[in-house]
């Protein structure tokens, strides 16, 4: 069984520029999270989709956002990037709501 | 708020050594806690989880109880390999809120 995919393996971008980072699920895995691993900051919650709704947000600005897609696929998306934003941003994904998260190998997101 | 608290790093032993990391957590309800763990340059993997108090969650050779009484989940392990060496990570899932909240990490040293 395959596991949690995420694209690309590395971004580089400027500060004000958009980010779009991908997640594949689990096959068979309906809910997909999205956390934050910055230096200094630990893990840090991001965002819940569940069959295509966002069901909870992590105490993150607006500029963070994504969607899921019928296939259960994700996107996060990050406006107007700011340096700080620099991370590993992983993505996790679980069957129904059973919250037995399993995790992908992250993208790493630089910023500068 | 809940909260997960690990203890300090880097634990540092030698190879077959005794491994203990303490856990605890501050939570409302009965939340499910976990163990993951990252090594170096990956994302995280699931170790082992418990749902309630008093069970035992357990895999290759590491094992952790749901003390509610002392609101503590230690990870242990009778020998650790070099292999071994990674960060791992506690985490509680409360209610039905898709998030995990994890503790700063731990990182493991096993020398030969």
């Known amino acids: 069984e395959a596991g949690v995919t995420q694209s690309p393996t590395h971004l580089i971008k400027t500060r004000g520029q958009q980010a779009t980072l991908r997640c594949s699920p689990i096959?068979?895995?309906?809910?997909v999270y999205w956390y934050q691993q910055a230096l200094g900051l630990g893990l840090q919650f991001l965002l819940w989709?569940?069959?295509?709704?966002?069901?909870n947000r992590g105490n993150f600005p607006p500029r963070f956002s994504g969607r899921q897609f019928p296939n259960y696929s994700s996107e996060l998306n990050v406006n107007a990037l700011e340096l700080e934003d620099s991370a590993l941003y992983l993505c996790?994904?679980?069957?129904?709501?059973?919250?037995?998260?399993?995790f992908g190998p992250g993208t790493r997101l630089t910023v500068t | 708020g809940n909260s997960v608290t690990q203890m300090e790093g880097p634990v540092t032993l030698s190879e077959e050594a005794f491994l203990t990391i303490n856990c605890t957590y501050t939570?409302?309800?009965?939340?499910?806690l976990f163990w993951y763990v990252q090594y170096p340059g990956e994302g995280l993997q699931l170790l082992l989880k418990?749902?309630?108090?008093?069970d035992k969650g357990s895999n290759k050779g590491f094992e952790a109880t749901y003390r509610k009484e002392t609101t503590s989940f230690h990870l242990e392990k009778g020998s650790v390999q070099v292999s071994d060496s990674a960060v791992y990570f506690c985490?509680?899932?409360?209610?039905?809120?898709?998030?995990?909240?994890f503790g700063q990490g731990t990182t493991l040293q096993v020398k030969p």
């Open positions: 996790a994904s679980s069957r129904d709501r059973s919250y037995e998260q399993y």
């Open positions: 096959s068979g895995h309906t809910s």
């Open positions: 989709y569940d069959e295509g709704e966002e069901r």
């Open positions: 939570a409302t309800g009965y939340p499910s």
């Open positions: 418990a749902t309630k108090a008093d």
């Open positions: 985490a509680l899932l409360s209610g039905n809120t898709g998030k995990l909240i």
